[in-house]
């Protein structure tokens, strides 16, 4: 069974960074996206950042100029660096794959706490 394990969060100060991998335990076919999203204490998931197969990005307003998210196709792997951070980017961080045979994979999360 194909997993996602994410990695690099923790506890950082207002304005420093963060860079967030996650990648696939096994092979998945036919990739179409790759996501990260996030989820704060009392909201619901939002989408932070995705990267579709040809190579397009989109970001959350809140994040453009900020974060940018990365792939390399050959390991599987996604990639969130994370610069300026700020307090309310405080989440668990949940890395997301779209399959078009298989559907969609998520990650078990990876905490990321802004705060001095």
């Known amino acids: 069974q194909v997993q996602l394990v994410e990695s690099g969060g923790g506890l950082v100060q207002p304005g420093g960074s963060l860079r967030l991998s996650c990648a696939a335990s096994g092979s998945i076919s036919s990739i179409v996206a790759m996501g990260w999203y996030r989820q704060a204490p009392g909201n619901q998931r939002e989408l932070v950042a995705r990267i579709i197969s040809g190579g397009a990005t989109n970001y959350a307003d809140s994040v453009k100029g900020r974060f940018t998210i990365s792939r390399d196709n050959a390991k599987n792997t996604v990639y969130l660096q994370m610069n300026s951070l700020k307090p309310e980017d405080t989440a668990v961080y949940y890395c997301?794959?779209?399959?078009?045979?298989?559907?969609?994979?998520w990650g078990q999360g990876t905490q990321v706490t802004v705060s001095s």
């Open positions: 997301n794959f779209v399959s078009l045979m298989a559907g969609g994979y």
